[in-house]
């Protein structure tokens, strides 16, 4: 919490980081202040002592998103939509070549959508993987058009993953990223921390 200069970033952080600790709390049984984490070799949190559960939070603006399921690996990622001039270069330093193409490829007025669709599936994806910004963005290609599905174009790592598309606001965008077949995926409704925080239920 302390690198954020801003208060309201402060602040996010610590709302984001409690709701966290009490969504799983309340999946083990226990108290908020009893969630034990443990960190993978690029700092990314897991359950300390649970092998089952598994869980990734992001958080853009003044909202959060977290996913939790069992047994597989997963990243998830949210981005605010917003206008920026350099959306162009910034994917084709980082971006998939061809990535890079379908973006220009397509009008003006379509490519900030389109922009934040593919960050957010493959900063989801890296999460996933855990290898942080140690795994170059233009290594493996996704869809980013809104009239194809989301998925992986070109993937070099084995295994089966998925990829599902997420509108959880108005004005914001995300993914989720799992190591697995296909799953039902369940999107529960907004809530403001405060709810999450004094609600009895899980």
């Given at each position: 919490?302390?690198?954020?200069?801003?208060?309201?970033?402060?602040?996010?952080?610590?709302?984001?980081?409690?709701?966290?600790?009490?969504?799983?709390?309340?999946?083990?049984?226990?108290?908020?202040?009893?969630?034990?984490?443990?960190?993978?070799?690029?700092?990314?949190?897991?359950?300390?002592?649970?092998?089952?559960?598994?869980?990734?939070m992001s958080h853009s603006a003044d909202?959060?998103?977290?996913?939790?399921?069992?047994?597989?690996?997963?990243?998830?990622?949210?981005?605010?939509?917003?206008?920026?001039?350099?959306?162009?270069?910034?994917?084709?330093?980082?971006?998939?070549?061809?990535?890079?193409?379908?973006?220009?490829?397509?009008?003006?007025?379509?490519?900030?959508?389109?922009?934040?669709?593919?960050?957010?599936?493959?900063?989801?994806?890296?999460?996933?993987?855990?290898?942080?910004?140690?795994?170059?963005?233009?290594?493996?290609?996704?869809?980013?058009?809104?009239?194809?599905?989301?998925?992986?174009?070109?993937?070099?790592?084995?295994?089966?993953?998925?990829l599902h598309h997420l509108d959880p606001?108005?004005?914001?965008?995300?993914?989720?990223?799992?190591?697995?077949?296909?799953?039902?995926?369940?999107?529960?409704?907004l809530a403001t921390a405060q709810e999450?925080?004094?609600?009895?239920?899980?």
């Open positions: 919490m302390e690198r954020f200069h801003f208060p309201n970033l402060r602040q996010n952080y610590t709302l984001s980081h409690a709701v966290l600790r009490t969504l799983l709390g309340r999946l083990l049984g226990v108290p908020a202040g009893e969630v034990v984490f443990s960190f993978g070799r690029n700092g990314k949190p897991a359950l300390a002592g649970s092998a089952r559960i598994r869980f990734n909202l959060a998103l977290y996913a939790v399921t069992l047994d597989c690996c997963l990243g998830v990622d949210v981005e605010r939509i917003r206008p920026a001039e350099d959306l162009e270069h910034i994917a084709a330093r980082n971006f998939h070549p061809s990535e890079s193409a379908d973006l220009l490829s397509l009008p003006e007025s379509d490519r900030v959508d389109a922009f934040f669709r593919c960050w957010t599936r493959k900063e989801a994806y890296i999460k996933a993987v855990g290898d942080g910004l140690s795994m170059p963005l233009d290594t493996f290609q996704v869809t980013l058009r809104r009239d194809r599905p989301a998925r992986f174009v070109q993937l070099s790592d084995g295994g089966e993953w998925s606001a108005p004005g914001f965008v995300g993914a989720v990223v799992y190591r697995d077949l296909p799953r039902v995926l369940t999107l529960e409704p999450l925080l004094v609600s009895p239920r899980g």
